[in-house]
């Protein structure tokens, strides 16, 4: 029975990670997570024991599409925009009881973007939006029996991040220094509140493998943030701001162990992320430049004592830029930048606790 349990629970959590996707996102996601299995992981968390992470996440953006149609003309003609993203994310999760604990994630922004053809590169530095999630085990670690668990969270993303970076720029035409706004997928902070919905499985396979698969998406109630884009947004008041938009993370995948290096785990599996162009709650004004991206990215992980190093690439194989809201009512459909890669990297390590 709890084999059945666990298998209808990991069928609803695939669902819930597959349903909201229904117009997805761009290079706003801002995730560095890696999540497999607890015990890729170092085992579960016991009652009363702390887990320190610092994740970072690399991408380079310059590749622009319509849909799912690359815009090869931007670079031929050299006017493609190429945003550069290097995301530090601190992480402090503490361990409640067997199953349930709290969460702290605070990222660090670090980014820059050029138009190929500007005479200028605008840059944003700063802490993002912070998280606070609590996580529940579905089944007692202490009774599962190492086949597997699911486990699911909700928490809050809080504004702690500026969306209204300046930066003084000169165009060199004639008009001196002038202060500009950067661009939204570039700011630290998104300007709202959020709600959080994560979740994380594994099954143990034959042959010490592990299968996992894990998400999250925020949902976001606010329509769009209070700072005006330019001077001359309120010519089109449906992307006068820019929007306060929802965004998520999907991954799954195979984890296997290397015999001959105890503690050693490669993985591989496909990853996805990006911002739907209709938010899960209230209205999805302002501007926003909707889409997703698949990667298939291999893995590797490193345990040695309270100790984990990890490390993945991710290649991107499907990229797709939806319309947004604003575009179906203007009857358009704009673009956006994407990545050919992904990188990140990850150490935690443990204290505290009993044994």
Known sequence: ?????????????????????????????????????????????????????????????????????????RIQQ??????????????????????????????LLLASRRSHNSPYTTTAQGIGDSI???????????????????SFGVGVMLPSGKDNVTNVVDSFNGKGPQTVLVDYSIQPGTG??????????FLNVPGKSQ??????????PQNYNSVLRSATALNNPNTAYNSISDQYLMEAGISHPIHKIRG????????????PAHDLIGKSLGFRRPGFA?????GVS???????????????IYRDRTRSEPDIISGGHGDAAFADYVWLAGYSFRFGGGH
């Open 211 to 220: 299968a996992y698969f894990n998400g999250s998406y925020i949902a976001t």
């Open 1 to 73: 029975m709890n084999r059945l349990l666990f298998i209808a629970t990991a069928g609803l959590a695939t669902f819930l990670s597959v349903a909201p996707a229904f117009g997805q996102g761009c290079i706003v996601a801002r995730s560095s997570e890696q999540i497999s299995g607890p015990e890729n992981d170092g085992g579960y968390m016991n009652p009363g024991e702390f887990n320190v992470a610092f994740g970072y996440r690399h991408l380079f953006s310059f590749r622009h599409f319509v849909g799912p149609v690359e815009q090869t003309y």
């Open 264 to 275: 050693l785990n490669v993985s591989f599996g496909p990853r996805m992320e990006g911002v």
């Open 302 to 316: 490193y345990a040695r004592g309270k100790n984990l190093l990890t490390a993945s690439v991710g290649r991107a």
């Open 132 to 150: 606070l999630t609590f996580q529940g085990w579905v089944f007692n670690p202490r009774n599962e029996k190492s086949h597997g668990n699911v």
């Open 294 to 298: 698949i990667s298939l990215a291999p």
């Open 192 to 201: 709202g509140y959020g709600m959080v919905f994560q979740w994380q499985g």
């Open 78 to 107: 050299g006017t493609q925009v190429m945003n550069k993203i290097n995301l530090l994310n601190f992480n402090i999760t503490y361990q409640l009881t067997n199953r349930f604990s709290v969460s702290a994630d605070v990222p």
